[in-house]
């Protein structure tokens, strides 16, 4: 066993050697980092309340504008889905839920939670937060277009919000938006409330490709000195990938969303044929509904990974933090990103099985599907080896770092079943694939969002959440949840549909009345429990424990500002050099079992650290 | 770009693949402005991309008869129909302007204030004749053949649609570009780009970088109307 111990060493010290002497220079200092490359950043200080506050180039506040702005349509889309629940627990028992409210519910809901809370969340909240922290820049390259992309946002939201309120209501042709119905008479919404819809989307895209643009040449081009791209944090790899596929795949939502406004309002045909209504053709003519399923899913797939690739980046930086060891293969886990991203925009089609599309085209499809899953799977194992043996600290963000993993793992072997088209053909639109998909891209990024806001909490503010109020927030969410979706699996297996009003009395119904009632409790019940979490959110916003610097002993930028909240500028006087990746944790010879990105190399001599 | 040497860096893949592993900045040398420009013309170019696809699939599956461009385009010439005459004017208008663009580029880049700031002036009118030529199009087929975003004389009606839609978009983004060129040739002619003076919205200083990145942004309008111009007038 000694004998194995120092031929390791041995061999460590000759890659050492090796790689000190490779870099060409034949220098001898071990510390040396390449000089600046770009000049220092002029940054705005605002002055007053608007400036430092409402119209605020800071990255930081502008990535808090987003979270809260983010987080109130969340609550927006949880009520909904409470309304929801009650009508299909307890049909009938509500007068005020008929099924026009029900569809607008529906499709308010989704749509509010994959593009205004998930996307806008990660993307909007978590990047522009973490972006110039963990990459050590200033701030975003250009900090007055990142305040304009915000209350683009902001607007989009308003627009959103303000169809309640129109005559005839928000849309209820559900979150896809298929035409003809959307657009039809008798679809609740037909009105104002599709086009407010569209209208909002289309502001959604412009304020984020305003974001988006400053979130990747901030990635690319505003790194500090030493921070390669393989030294980011996977938070960081995440994010970028991401806003990459939103870069290029919310133009097919902008596209959608031009041609239907026109469709609506100028009644072109790009979308609709020929409709007979009543005896009588409507104007339209000619149109293919079909092209709009292919735009909207060119959009919606890659959409998915929108929110799931930040999600990955995100608890993979958790988990290593939380479990003392290095994540496990690194740059697998970058080539995972980055290839799931490029795959996920192959796949578009699985979600139109039942379009009448040819089979062939539908194997094409299924093939690039399940070699998605490839390099998914990679991930999950790199997680759970990333715990394997590590020093595990069970507190709130391990917490649902795990449950994160577990509903993920869940949600992905349910997509498998879905990927394939002699499965997902009977399958298609019962709640089976309502569960699916809120295990794979509801809750699993959702666990992800709470488990970062508790780890982050600390660094936004300065002090840190209640571990107590924590645990229960946790539990109830995931054991709730589990509760929620779990069935659903079955009740999709019996066949019951998915965005029906009510089953009334068909036979097979019947049987799933007692769990439909069981889901809606439990829904009743999650839903609550996120007051807790907002109750902790403002308890330890001002009652918390002051976390002082780096409370969770972390290697990575974000912890290491001088000032703890950082402030605006976010470094001081000087930039921070970084000598390794952000993983060190528990190396062995080291004094401490973290060694923080900007530790030089000869401060930490006995130390065996992987060469990045 | 303080310790930057260019010329010192490799080249090729080996250059291509050690800027990749390197640290700070991924293209080197790249000034931040213009890699965004970069990045959001290929953003741009997907929306491009899916307006012409939508366009090519209606077209190809459309029942009825697509209109024959070559007589809808036709400009009537001392009594004789002639095919595509504007367009071709507007295609000669659009590419010339390219041509002036750049020479703004090179004469900003050689901080000759002056010619820099007339050729961006005379890009913008190029720009803004084109405008007003596609506006005098639309007013022909829509006053004079009765061409309907709805509805047209000449059979499938997504023809009017499509036509509108794109081309309406593609001038959008010429306006935009024109705006911008009349507030960028003024700037130039008042030297902001030399003596650094800061924006009045965004507060920040530039320099005769943002001459080239205009261009990026004007070259890319150009090439896209050479697409337009393929797929709706030659096909």
Redesign the interface.
Known sequence: MSDELNINKKRNNQIKTKSSTASGRGETDIDYVRPSEIPEQDLYHGHSFITKWIFCQDAKVIGVQYTLTAVFTGVVGLILSWMMRMQLGFPELFPFLTAETYYQMVTMHGMIMVVYLLTALFLGGFGNYLIPLMVGARDMVFPYVNMISFWMFFVAVVVLMASFFVPGGPTGSGWTLYPPQAILEGTPGSGYGILLMLISLSLFVIGFTMGGLNYVITILQARTRGMSLMRMPLTIWGIFTATVLALLAFPALLVSSIMMTLDKVLETSFFMPTIIKAGEALSYDGGSPILFQHLFWFFGHPEVYIVALPAFGIVSDLISVHSRKNIFGYRMMVWAIVGIGALSFFVWAHHMYVSGMSPWFGFFFATTTLIIAVPTALKVYNWILTLWRGNIRINTVMLFCLGFIVTFVNGGITGIFLGNVAVDVPLSDTYFVIAHFHMVMGIAPLMVIFGAIYHWFPLVTGRLMDEKLGKWHFWVTFLGAYSIYFPMHYLGFIGVPRRYFEMYDSPYMTSAIGMNEFISVAAFIVGAAQFIFFYNLVKSLRLGKPAGKNPWKANSLEWLTPDVPPTHGNWGEKLPVVHRWAYDYGVPGAKEDYIPQTTAPSEVKDAEVEKT | ????NLDKLPGGFKGMSED???????????N??K??MW??L???T??F???LI?YM??RA????PWPYPSEVFALEMMGVPVPLLLIAIMTFVLITSSGTMALAVKYGYEKNRKMCGWFVLLTAIGGLTFVGMQAFEWSKLIFHDGVR??ANPFG???F???FF?ITG?HGTHVSIGVIFLFIFARKVFRGDFDTGRRGY?????SDYVAIEILGLYWHFVDLVWVFIFAFFYLW
């Not at chain 2, 990749?20 to 790249?30: E, M």
């Open positions: 770009m303080s310790d930057l990749i592993g390197s640290d700070q900045t991924t293209f080197k040398g790249v931040w402005g890699a965004m990045i959001f290929l953003s741009d997907f929306v991309s899916c307006f939508a699939k209606v599956s459309v029942v009825e975003p709805w499938a009606e997504q009017g649609a499509f839609m978009f919205f965004t507060t920040m200083k």
